[in-house]
């Protein structure tokens, strides 16, 4: 009995060991892999020129430095892309070309101060743990996602459609 019993713990604890040592890192391998092909593919969708800094940094050969590219911040785990804030950097483009369900940890999106067109992709209502959004100062057009609707954590939200400029301090409006 006392051998079968040690012969269990083993296979758990030998178990848990493979499942840390081999599975784990290849999970949060791939899941940089795919944050930062969907980051490269919008950037090549991007008008030039870039700024040459965020141009290199933002590389698949640069992957091993995901969480310090230009503009790019991870969460505390320094594993996963957070934030992205590429505020007055004179982009010409869109969003289309950024695919939000490959980066689903994102908590602040501040693209404040570009160039950017297009409509505002419903997609970001999915990012649940966004709490800041700011497209101000851009050139979007179009209607705002009603899918915006479901960011429960969203704390602060700014945007330019059609002429108007809002501003919305969501936790200023709710805690006045
Ligand atoms: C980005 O850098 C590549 C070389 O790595 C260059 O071919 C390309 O023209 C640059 N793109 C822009 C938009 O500056
Ligand atoms: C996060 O990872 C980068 C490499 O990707 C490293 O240069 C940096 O020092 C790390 N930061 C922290 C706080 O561990
Ligand atoms: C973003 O970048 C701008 C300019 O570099 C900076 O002023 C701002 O504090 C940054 N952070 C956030 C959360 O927007
Ligand atoms: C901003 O980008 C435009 C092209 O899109 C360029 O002509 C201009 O020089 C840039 N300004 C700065 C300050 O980088
Ligand atoms: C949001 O996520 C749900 C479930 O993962 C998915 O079915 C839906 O297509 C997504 N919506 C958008 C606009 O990406």
Redesign the pocket.
């Known amino acids: 009995m006392l051998d079968m019993t040690t012969s269990q713990k083993l296979y758990a604890l030998v178990f848990h060991l493979l499942f840390f040592i081999f599975l784990l890192p290849l999970k949060i391998t791939s899941s940089q892999r795919t944050e930062a092909e969907a980051l490269v593919k919008w950037k090549n969708s991007l008008s030039p020129p870039l700024p040459p800094s965020l141009n290199s940094s933002w590389s698949l050969t640069n992957l091993a430095n995901l969480c310090i590219w230009d503009a790019i911040a991870c969460d505390n785990t320094n594993t996963t892309v957070s934030q992205i804030n590429l505020s007055g950097a004179n982009l010409t483009g869109t969003l289309t070309a950024l695919d939000?369900?490959f980066l689903p940890h994102l908590t602040q999106i501040n693209l404040n101060g570009n160039h950017f067109g297009g409509s505002i992709?419903?997609?970001?209502?999915?990012l649940s743990k966004l709490t800041l959004l700011d497209l101000g100062n851009n050139l979007y057009e179009g209607t705002l996602?009603n899918?915006l609707g479901q960011l429960r954590e969203l704390q602060y939200l700014s945007f330019f459609l059609q002429q108007s400029q809002w501003h919305y301090s969501l936790s200023a409006y709710e805690s006045p």
Do not use: C, E, L, R
Request: positive net charge; glycine residues 10%; charged residues 10%.
């Open positions: 939000f369900a992709p419903s997609t970001i209502g999915n996602p899918k």
